[in-house]
Every structure is written in structure tokens, then in C-alpha cells.
């Protein structure tokens, strides 16, 4: 009977911990639409755009290193067994001395970034490099911008502690802070500046400073604000370091994949970055809400359940997370797939954003949306690895993964002139191959279970995505946003949205009751 009470609680706690954080990730993401309406406002799709999505991008590619990628997948396991042991002593001294280790590196790698920032640049972005007047402009915005790397993975850091403790909401809400400050800058003070990129980098460097502080308080009130020390003989810091090679490696490989993106998207024609970007922007909208929030609450969940013990409830918590994701993931694919020319020219179409870059933008939403719910899947199914301390598994996919996308992107975006949009088709396609082989390595171990495919959750997804799909196929047929005032897009637009949920929602709540509770329950 206990044993019963318990996975009740667990599933009810793991939905109340989801929720916290997708509306503390929901109101993040909104205002990173806005954030990212007034930037491309302000700059359109030009160099100077093209040259701040790429400078922005470098230091959040290597915080997947030290923060909420292979630093935390290596952290928060280990971590959750210190807090088990409930040695309160010997768990300060293992957080202090992480938290030395990882001030000692960001402080290393920062002064070398700060000191050799061409190279960096014809590192990540060769297109730039070779061009005198771009190097210099990049280059500028690169030194004012990469110490964000050292101060959110701090931030990062802070969060893996609180999540940990199941504390989920300060984490969630703290990207809004760093989305206020680029809209303020981007809005009242970039159009001051002859450059205006130099004040979005000021305003992203003022953003690290200020979600940083805002960790503090969090801290303190678990009593677990961390003392930097360095200690390698930390039995915590040599398991650490045990775990970490493999997974830098592999998100270390993750991050070369998006490298190679960049690196083509910079030897593309003017622009070719900015659609990306602002492609990669909505897609990462159901992403960031959904796929990583639901990421954020298993790793934790899943590091705190003994496997010998608790292999069923381990396997249930991930097939909870991916039919979450895939009630998410697939209206998410639709609506992405038909309206991506109708949200981009709603959104962006105004200012600098040109009618062609609404068109290009859209082609590449499209070729992002097909791989959506594998892209979503990724976030549920690496948790799993990374709680039982696995992280070779993850590195060696994607190892495979970054040589398909590398041979994809030459292949669609040059050989068969695709341009940006044969980027996003390669990214895709590499995230399909990915999932398929982590869920036979997941369904072999025994942490999946292949049921009857013909049942009643797949029953709703199916009838509910054909419903949405003819709907808004005929509706798209008749209405063309482009010739449309901005008033009569937003009109537009939000009928399509409603409707839409309407329909998506009401044939899975008849099919299947109540679908998210049915699920976590």
C-alpha cells in the first residue's frame, strides 16, 4: 500500500514541479518573442544582425559545457546522492569545492576567449573573419558579450542546486530578466548609438550580472550559498570528474553540431543567420515551455530513485515525459508547419524585417517544425542516461549525430543549393537518427517498454493532429497574411491560434479524458 502512495506522490509531485516550470519558462519565452521583435526591428536581417546572433551564440554554445549541459548532467546526480546521505557537512564540502572547480575554469577560459577573440572568430564564424570590417565589428561585440558565459553558468549552477531541492520556480523565471534587458536596450538605448549592436551587447553582459545576483537570496534560504574552494581529493570532485570527460565530450560534440551550422550559415549569402535565427527562435518557443522544462524535472526525479530498486517507476517517469512531449510536440509540428509564414510576417514583419526575410525566415520554420518532436524528445530521453551516470551512451550518438548533420549540411545547403534552409532540413533529419537510436538502446535495457501501438493515447494523437491538420490547411488557403495591416494579422492570427487549441483540445479531452492528468497519473 505505501509503495502505491508513494508513486502516486511521485507522479503527482513530478506534475506540480512541471508546472512551475513551464510558467515560469512560458513567461520567459514571451518575452524573448518580444526581445527578439525589437532586435530584428532594430537591425532587420543585415550584417550588423547577422554579426550579434552569431557573437551571441559563441558563449552560449560552451555554457552547455559548464552549465546546464555537461557540467550539470555530471553535478546533479552526484549531488542528489550527497543530499540522500543527509551529511550536511560532507555536502558543503563537496559543493564548495565544485564550485572552485568552476570558477577556476570559467576564469581560465574567459581570459583566453578576451585574449585571442579572432581566432574564436574564424573559429565560428570563417565568413566573418576574412572580411577586415566585420572582423572588427564581431570581434568588439565578442569581448563585450562572452563574460555572459562565466556569470550564467554561475546562474546555471545556482539553478542545478535548487532543482535539486525542488525548487524550480527562481530558475524557471530568471531568463525574463535577461530578455527585459535586451528589450530595454534594444528599444530606448541601441537607437542612440551609430552602432546600435554595441548596446545589445551591453545589455546581454548587464543581464548576467543581474540574474546572477538574483541567485543569492534562493541560496541562502536552503542554507546551501556555496564557498569557493579547491579540493581534488574531494571524493565528490573524483566522481565528478569521472562522470564529466564523457559528458563534455558529448556536449561537446552536441555543441560542435550547432558549430557546424554557424559555420555554414556564415559562409551563406547576407541574412542566411538572421532566418535561421529567427526560425530556431519558434521553434525553441514549445521547446524551452515544454521539452526542456519537462528535461529540467526528470533529471533530478530520475537521479533520486534507486534503479535496483525502482527500475518500474524509473521506466513510467520517462515514458510519462515522452507522451507529454508527443501531446505537445505534434500540434506543435502543425501549427509551425502550416502557419510559419503567417506567425513570422505577425511577429517580425515590420521595421528593418523585410517582406523577403519573412519568406526566408518561413522556409526554414518549416524544415525546423518536421523535426520538432524529436528535437522535444531528446530533452526526456538523455535524462534517463545521464541520472544512472551514463554519459558515454549520449556522447557516442552524438558522435553519429554531428558527422550526419556535417555531411547534410555540405550535401543540401552547397551541393544541392538549399542555402539556410538545407541547414535546417540537415538539423532535422540528425535529430530523428538520434532519437530512434536512443529509444532502442532505452527499449534493449529494459527502460522502455513497447506496448500495443494500437491504443487509446495514440488514437487521440492521431485523430486530433488529422483534425487540426485539415483545418488549418484550408484556412491558410484563404487568408494571405502578407497583404494584411498588422491589426488584421494579430486578428487573423489569434483566431487560427484559438481555434486551433480548440479543436486539438477537444477531440483528446473525448478520446482520451483528461489527457495531462491520464498521463501523470
Known amino acids: 500500500m505505501n509503495k502505491i502512495i508513494n508513486k502516486e506522490e511521485n507522479s503527482k509531485g513530478l506534475f506540480k514541479s512541471l508546472k512551475k516550470v513551464v510558467s515560469g519558462t512560458t513567461v520567459s519565452r514571451f518575452f524573448g518573442l518580444i526581445r527578439d521583435i525589437s532586435t530584428t526591428n532594430l537591425l532587420g536581417a543585415s550584417i550588423f544582425h547577422d554579426i550579434f546572433v552569431i557573437c551571441l551564440k559563441i558563449p552560449n554554445l560552451f555554457r552547455r559545457f559548464f552549465a546546464e549541459g555537461a557540467f550539470n548532467q555530471a553535478f546533479i546526480p552526484i549531488y542528489s546522492d550527497y543530499e540522500k546521505s543527509n551529511d550536511y557537512n560532507k555536502t558543503n564540502d563537496f559543493l564548495n569545492a565544485i564550485f572552485g572547480t568552476l570558477l577556476i575554469s570559467l576564469f581560465i577560459f574567459t581570459a583566453l576567449v578576451l585574449i585571442f577573440t579572432p581566432f574564436f572568430i574564424f573559429l565560428f564564424a570563417p565568413g566573418f573573419y576574412f572580411q577586415p570590417e566585420n572582423l572588427e565589428i564581431s570581434s ?14 554561475l546562474v546555471a549552477f545556482a539553478g542545478g542546486i535548487q532543482n535539486t531541492h525542488q525548487k524550480f520556480s527562481i530558475p524557471a523565471f530568471t531568463p525574463v530578466v535577461f530578455n527585459l534587458c535586451l528589450i530595454i536596450a534594444a528599444i530606448l538605448i541601441a537607437p542612440k548609438y551609430d552602432m546600435p549592436i554595441y548596446a545589445l551587447a551591453w545589455g546581454v553582459l548587464l543581464a548576467g550580472i543581474i540574474q546572477l545576483l538574483i541567485q543569492i537570496a534562493p541560496l541562502k534560504e536552503i542554507n546551501r550559498l556555496p564557498v569557493p574552494k579547491l579540493n581534488f581529493k ?28 554557424t559555420i555554414f550559415a556564415s559562409l551563406l549569402e547576407t541574412g542566411s543567420p538572421t532566418w535561421l535565427y529567427v526560425s530556431d527562435r519558434l521553434i525553441q518557443f514549445p521547446m524551452g515551455i515544454f521539452a526542456i522544462a519537462i528535461g529540467t524535472v526528470l533529471l533530478p526525479t530520475l537521479s533520486k530513485l534507486d534503479i535496483t530498486l525502482e527500475k518500474t517507476d524509473f521506466s513510467n517517469s520517462i515514458n510519462k515525459g515522452q507522451k507529454f512531449v508527443l501531446f505537445i510536440g505534434m500540434p506543435s509540428l502543425i501549427g509551425l ?51 544512472r551516470k551514463d554519459t558515454k551512451t549520449p556522447m557516442y550518438v552524438a558522435l553519429i549525430s554531428l558527422i550526419l548533420n556535417a555531411c547534410l549540411n555540405y550535401f543540401l545547403a552547397f551541393v544541392l543549393d538549399f542555402g539556410h534552409v538545407g541547414i535546417a532540413i540537415g538539423s532535422s533529419i540528425s535529430a530523428v537518427v538520434s532519437v530512434l537510436i536512443l529509444e532502442i538502446i532505452l527499449y534493449k535495457s529494459g527502460f522502455i517498454k513497447m506496448k500495443n501501438i494500437f491504443n487509446r493515447f495514440n488514437l487521440m494523437i492521431l485523430t486530433s493532429s488529422l483534425a487540426l491538420t485539415i483545418f488549418l490547411y484550408f484556412y491558410t488557403l484563404r487568408i494571405n497574411f502578407i497583404e494584411l495591416n498588422q491589426l488584421e494579422r494579430l486578428g487573423y492570427l489569434s483566431i487560427e491560434v484559438i481555434v486551433s487549441i480548440f479543436i486539438y483540445f477537444l477531440l483528446s479531452r473525448f478520446i482520451y479524458g483528461k489527457p495531462l492528468q491520464t498521463i501523470f497519473n
Not at 570532485?237 to 561537446?252: D, Q, R
Open 234 to 261: 574531494n571524493e565528490g570532485v573524483k566522481k565528478f570528474f569521472k562522470i564529466i570527460l564523457p559528458a563534455v565530450l558529448a556536449g561537446g560534440i552536441i555543441q560542435i553540431n550547432l558549430l557546424v551550422d
Open 337 to 387: 508547419l502550416f502557419c510559419a509564414e503567417d506567425l513570422i510576417s505577425t511577429i517580425f514583419y515590420r521595421g528593418a524585417f523585410t517582406y523577403e526575410d519573412v519568406i526566408q525566415s518561413s522556409y526554414s520554420l518549416m524544415a525546423f517544425s518536421v523535426g520538432l518532436p524529436f528535437f522535444m524528445l531528446m530533452k526526456v530521453l538523455t535524462p534517463a542516461f545521464f541520472a
Open 140 to 153: 568588439e561585440v565578442l569581448r563585450i558579450m562572452f563574460p555572459y558565459l562565466a556569470l550564467i553558468s
